[in-house]
Each structure stands twice: as C-alpha cells, then as structure tokens.
C-alpha cells in the first residue's frame, strides 16, 4: 500500500503548500523589499517619501482595479492611456468655457464611458481582436486629444477642480483614498456579486458560461464600459493635480497597468483574478519606480527596469500557468 493510500493528508501536503506558495509568495515578497529598502535607502521609510509612494500609484492603482476585470474576462485595454489624456484635455476645456466643474466632470466621464463602450462593443459584438481594437482605440483618442487642444496643454485655475488632486482628508490625499474605495468597491464586486462570478466564468471558459445563461457580449461591454469610466476618473485627478489638461500625458501607462496586474496574479489566460493581489503588484510599480528616483537613476534606465518587470511578469504568469495544468 502506497503512502498517499495510508494518509491522504501526507498526500495532499505538497499541493496544499504550492498553493499556499502560489497564494502569498508575492506578497511575502513585497514585505521583504519593503524592509530591506527601508534599511538601506536613506529618506524611503519617511512618512513625505510613504505618502508620495502612495501617491504616485493612485492613478494606476485606480484603473489595475478594472483593467482586472478586462484581464480576468479573457480581453485587455491598451487605450487607458489615451482616455487618461483625451478626459483630462476635455475636462479642462469644458471648464474653461462653462466655469462649471460638473459639467467639465460630466464630460470626462461620459467620455471614458462612450470609449469604454466603443472597446466593449468592437470586440463583443463586432469580434474584432481585443489588441487591434483597444490599439486603434488607443491611437484614434490620442489623436483626439491633441486635436480638440491644439496640441498644447489647456491650462485649470479653478480651486474647486484643483482640489480633486490638492485636498487631503485625514492626512493622506484624496487621490490615495479614491483608489482605496476603488480596491474595496471592485474587490466586493469580484468577489460577493454574480458580476464578479460571471467575469471570471466567462474568462475561464466562455462557451460554457453562455450555455450557463450568462449573456457573455452584454457583459464584456459592461466591463470595458466601467473600465472607461474609472479611466477617465484617474484622468480628471491627473489633471487636477498638474493643474493642466495634457494631449500627451499618461504615454505607456497601459504597460505599467498590465504588469501591475499580472504581477499581482491576474492571469493572461483569464477566469483568475485577485484585488489583493493587484494591490500588491501595484504597490511594486511603485516601489521601484520611486527608490529609483531617489536613488537619482537615470530615466533611461528607468525605461529599462520597466520593460524588464512586464517581461519577468508575463513569464511569471506562463509558469504558474503551466504549474496549475499539471
């Protein structure tokens, strides 16, 4: 009698622990980083360096929270990037000729939204490829936003708008707590609603889940509809924060969102996904991107570490692909 026959429990140890592995390796990963540059790099551990570490991952934070949901469904979205840009350009030119911040808030989203919308329904109903549609997307809203500026930035002087990015609540800026209550609103909604259910469902398999009864066009342009909307919602804080709409800003945001995803155990494959997770490859981004700075590496180099860590991200993912399938 073999031993797996005599203790199952000795049996499925092994596979408890390379879950276990697989569950909190990254995070345990991000605790030690985290110690060892506060030991080692002068000024990381401050509580101005801290709250500017949070700060400066706000925006991606925001949106790795529904390009989570692209990911997971099986899709992604390259044009975050632009709608960031293209929001941030219309809200300030809407604020410039209304007065109204609202209004300039109104359009921005409604903007994100129709985009979002635009992506969802290209790829769910017209089945064009999720990386032609969202890079066309991408290309043809970038050029919008430089054509609605004139390609130069549109200056914003009202206080009331620049508070969005300026104000703080309890001490810490309230773009660090608008990307807080999203972790938590689509941490709830992947995990506690059918939404979040059907996500993954028709991530894992889609043929199943439309057999199941879960209208899998219909949901997909409801995701990239959301992931629209909080685009552009990081792209009206942007541009209050710089205080300007920029035609050319947010350039390769979209890769610095989709390692922060898969660095977090969000799978290329789709039907896996875990905000716990994305928070912990957001707060990686971060990391490295600020001890760089403070470390005064060239910006070069900077380009460098990043294409480096999408590279070591992806491979990541195919690993643990392949360690699930056997």
Same mark, same amino acid.
């Given at each position: 009698?073999?031993?797996?026959?005599?203790?199952?429990?000795?049996?499925?140890?092994?596979?408890?622990?390379?879950?276990?592995?697989?569950?909190?390796?990254?995070?345990?990963?991000?605790?030690?980083?985290?110690?060892?540059?506060?030991?080692?790099?002068?000024?990381?551990?401050?509580?101005?360096?801290?709250?500017?570490?949070?700060?400066?991952?706000?925006?991606?934070?925001?949106?790795?929270?529904?390009?989570?949901?692209?990911?997971?469904?099986?899709?992604?979205?390259?044009?975050?990037?632009?709608?960031?840009?293209?929001?941030?350009?219309?809200?300030?030119?809407?604020?410039?000729?209304? !007065?109204?911040? =609202? $209004? +300039?808030?109104?359009?921005?989203?409604? %903007?994100?939204? *129709?985009? /979002?919308?635009?992506?969802?329904?290209?790829?769910?109903?017209?089945?064009?490829?999720?990386?032609?549609?969202?890079?066309?997307?991408?290309?043809?809203?970038?050029?919008?936003?430089?054509?609605v500026s004139k390609g130069q930035a549109v200056g914003i002087?009202?206080?009331?708008?620049?508070?969005?990015?300026?104000?703080?609540?309890?001490?810490?800026?309230?773009?660090?707590?608008?990307?807080?209550?999203?972790?938590?609103?689509?941490?709830?909604?992947?995990?506690?609603?059918?939404? !979040?259910?059907? =996500? $993954? +469902?028709?991530?894992?398999?889609?043929? %199943?889940?439309? *057999?199941? /009864?879960v209208r899998v066009e219909r949901l997909r342009v409801w995701?990239?509809?959301?992931?629209?909307?909080?685009?552009?919602?990081?792209?009206?804080?942007?541009?209050?924060?710089?205080?300007?709409?920029?035609?050319?800003?947010?350039?390769?945001?979209?890769?610095?969102?989709?390692?922060?995803?898969?660095?977090?155990?969000?799978?290329?494959?789709?039907?896996?996904?875990r905000i716990f997770g994305v928070l912990i490859g957001v707060?990686?981004?971060?990391?490295?991107?600020?001890?760089?700075?403070?470390?005064?590496?060239?910006?070069?180099?900077?380009?460098?570490?990043?294409?480096?860590?999408?590279?070591?991200?992806?491979?990541?993912?195919?690993?643990?692909?392949?360690?699930?399938?056997?």
């Amino acid at each position: 009698m073999s031993i797996s026959q005599m203790n199952p429990a000795a049996a499925a140890a092994p596979l408890v622990s390379r879950q276990w592995l697989s569950e909190y390796s990254m995070p345990l990963a991000y605790v030690f980083l985290f110690a060892i540059l506060s030991a080692t790099v002068e000024n990381f551990f401050s509580l101005t360096n801290v709250i500017g570490l949070m700060l400066s991952v706000a925006q991606i934070g925001m949106v790795a929270c529904t390009m989570m949901l692209c990911l997971a469904s099986r899709d992604f979205d390259l044009s975050v990037g632009s709608t960031i840009a293209f929001a941030g350009v219309l809200g300030a030119i809407v604020l410039e000729h209304s !007065g109204s911040v =609202t $209004l +300039a808030v109104a359009a921005g989203l409604g %903007a994100g939204a *129709l985009i /979002g919308a635009l992506n969802g329904v290209l790829i769910a109903y017209l089945r064009v490829n999720a990386l032609i549609a969202t890079l066309a997307t991408m290309l043809m809203v970038r050029g919008l936003a430089f054509i609605v500026s004139k390609g130069q930035a549109v200056g914003i002087n009202d206080d009331s708008f620049i508070d969005f990015g300026d104000s703080r609540i309890f001490g810490l800026p309230l773009p660090v707590l608008v990307a807080g209550t999203c972790f938590i609103v689509f941490g709830i909604l992947l995990n506690q609603t059918v939404f !979040g259910r059907n =996500t $993954l +469902a028709i991530g894992g398999n889609p043929e %199943a889940a439309r *057999l199941a /009864g879960v209208r899998v066009e219909r949901l997909r342009v409801w995701i990239f509809l959301l992931q629209g909307l909080v685009t552009a919602m990081a792209g009206l804080i942007l541009a209050s924060r710089i205080t300007s709409g920029q035609p050319n800003a947010a350039q390769g945001f979209e890769l610095d969102v989709i390692s922060a995803c898969v660095l977090g155990g969000v799978s290329l494959q789709g039907g896996k996904a875990r905000i716990f997770g994305v928070l912990i490859g957001v707060l990686i981004m971060g990391t490295v991107e600020n001890v760089m700075n403070l470390l005064d590496v060239d910006a070069f180099y900077q380009y460098l570490m990043r294409g480096v860590i999408l590279l070591l991200a992806v491979l990541l993912d195919q690993l643990k692909t392949r360690g699930e399938r056997r």
